[in-house]
């Protein structure tokens, strides 16, 4: 069983900053497509980001020009930075891994976009 560890959400006003993190262990040598969804009460999980093992990134509409991908193959790390932040971006937000061809989750972490 694989653990993906998520941190950084919390409450923002619109129009801030919020970086998140998802760490794998360290023992897996090789982590395909690493990336973000996220999920709101009543609504499908939709994909936020994504990026491969080599760099490349794909972004949802809604979120292209604010938020950036990123990751740290040393650490087995991916990052969302979201800046910009509104209200619609109030979500759960869940970060993926494919390792060894199986799809892994982590446990959430809401980020809450309010005055």
């Known amino acids: 069983q694989v653990q993906l560890v998520e941190s950084g959400g919390g409450l923002v006003q619109p129009g801030g900053s919020l970086r998140l993190s998802c760490a794998a262990p360290?023992?897996?040598?090789?982590?395909?497509?690493m990336g973000w969804y996220r999920q709101v009460p009543g609504k499908q999980r939709e994909l936020v980001a994504a990026?491969?093992?080599?760099?490349?990134?794909n972004y949802a509409d809604s979120v292209k020009g604010r938020f950036t991908i990123s990751r740290d193959n040393a650490k087995n790390t991916v990052y969302l930075q979201m800046n910009s932040l509104k209200p619609e971006d109030t979500a759960v937000y869940y970060c993926k891994a494919a390792i060894y061809g199986y799809d892994y989750w982590g446990q959430g972490t809401q980020v809450t976009v309010s005055s």
């Open positions: 990026i491969t093992r080599g760099g490349s990134t």
């Open positions: 360290g023992r897996i040598f090789s982590i395909n497509e």
